[in-house]
C-alpha cells in the first residue's frame, strides 16, 4: 500500500497541520517509508502468541495513612506555611 500526494494533503488536514506544497514530496516519503515498516510487521507469525494477556479484576486496597512530610522535600518549597507548601491560586 502507498499514499498519494492527494493522501498526503488530506491526512495534514485532519491533524490541522498547515503544511508548503514543496514539502509533500518528503513526507510522501516518509508516510511510505512507515507504511512498508508495517507491512513488515503484518508479515511476522504471530500464530503461537496469545493474542490478550487478561489480569485479574480485583482492586488492591491500602489504608489511607496520614504521615509527617519530609524535611527534605519541603526545604526545597519556594512558600511554605505549617509545613504546607503555597502554590498559586488556579482560577477558571
Given at each position: 500500500?502507498?499514499?498519494?500526494?492527494?493522501?498526503?494533503?488530506r491526512?495534514?488536514?485532519l491533524?490541522?497541520?498547515?503544511?508548503d506544497?514543496?514539502?509533500i514530496?518528503?513526507?510522501?516519503?516518509e508516510?511510505?517509508?512507515?507504511?512498508?515498516?508495517?507491512?513488515?510487521l503484518n508479515?511476522v507469525?504471530?500464530?503461537e502468541?496469545?493474542?490478550?494477556?487478561q489480569?485479574?479484576?480485583?482492586?488492591?486496597?491500602?489504608?489511607d495513612v496520614?504521615?509527617?512530610?519530609?524535611?527534605?522535600?519541603?526545604?526545597?518549597?519556594p512558600?511554605?506555611?505549617?509545613n504546607?507548601f503555597i502554590?498559586?491560586?488556579?482560577t477558571?
Amino acid at each position: 500500500m502507498s499514499v498519494s500526494e492527494m493522501d498526503v494533503i488530506r491526512v495534514a488536514r485532519l491533524a490541522r497541520i498547515r503544511i508548503d506544497m514543496l514539502q509533500i514530496p518528503e513526507l510522501l516519503d516518509e508516510l511510505n517509508e512507515i507504511l512498508h515498516f508495517v507491512e513488515q510487521l503484518n508479515e511476522v507469525d504471530c500464530s503461537e502468541i496469545d493474542g490478550t494477556i487478561q489480569y485479574s479484576s480485583v482492586l488492591y486496597e491500602r489504608q489511607d495513612v496520614v504521615f509527617a512530610s519530609d524535611p527534605a522535600v519541603m526545604s526545597n518549597a519556594p512558600e511554605k506555611e505549617n509545613n504546607m507548601f503555597i502554590v498559586p491560586k488556579v482560577t477558571g
